[in-house]
């Protein structure tokens, strides 16, 4: 079941922005459901490095409750500073931009990781949450990463 679910996960996964590295696997029961971490670098802004968990159903808790191809919405999220930062060419408005997706279920959600710039603060802010055809979910996480007193460098110039 994990292989279907791996190989469903990549097909739908293949055009996204970033790609995630796992880092760590743990355990949580004896129903093989895992909590999973992930390593995602921004793909714009150099120097930061964002950590992600989610939950991973096992077989039995698949088998169980049904619903076999998809796993929860909750997600956690931090990002740090992992080096000089760099930033590219990102968008500016509210909405910012999506930097990374992956398929949490066969076909419909996915769990996504969106950046936005906050001008008045600089800072940046990640925020990661899943995204359903219908029925989306208000499970998120967010985590920012100030800017304020760094040495930072701008290709395309600060904002003003």
């Known amino acids: 079941m994990r292989i279907l679910l791996f ?3 990549g097909a739908l996964t293949a055009a996204a922005p970033a790609a995630a590295q796992q880092v760590g696997e743990v355990g949580v029961d004896w129903l093989g459901n895992d909590i999973v971490v992930e390593a995602i670098k921004d793909p714009e802004v150099e120097g930061v490095t964002c950590h ?3 939950f991973d159903r096992g077989v039995i808790d698949r088998l169980q409750k049904g619903n076999w191809f998809e ?6 999220i931090s990002c740090q500073q992992t080096g000089p930062i760099k930033i590219g060419d990102i968008a500016l408005g509210e909405g910012g931009e999506e930097i990374f997706k992956q398929g949490i279920s066969l076909i419909w959600k996915e769990q996504v ?7 008045a603060n600089d800072t940046l ?3 990661a949450h899943s995204r359903q ?3 989306g ?3 998120m996480s967010m985590t ?6 760094q040495n930072v460098v701008w290709t395309k110039g600060k904002p003003q």
């Not at 796993?71 to 956690?76: I, L, M, R, V």
């Not at 920012?144 to 007193?149: R, S």
Request: charged residues 20%.
């Open 52 to 54: 992600v968990s989610y």
């Open 133 to 135: 055809v219908q029925d």
């Open 71 to 76: 796993n929860p919405s909750d997600t956690a």
């Open 144 to 149: 920012t990463v100030p800017l304020f007193n």
């Open 7 to 9: 190989v469903a996960i």
């Open 125 to 127: 802010i990640y925020l």
């Open 137 to 139: 979910s208000a499970k």
């Open 113 to 119: 990781v969106n950046r936005i710039y906050d001008k």
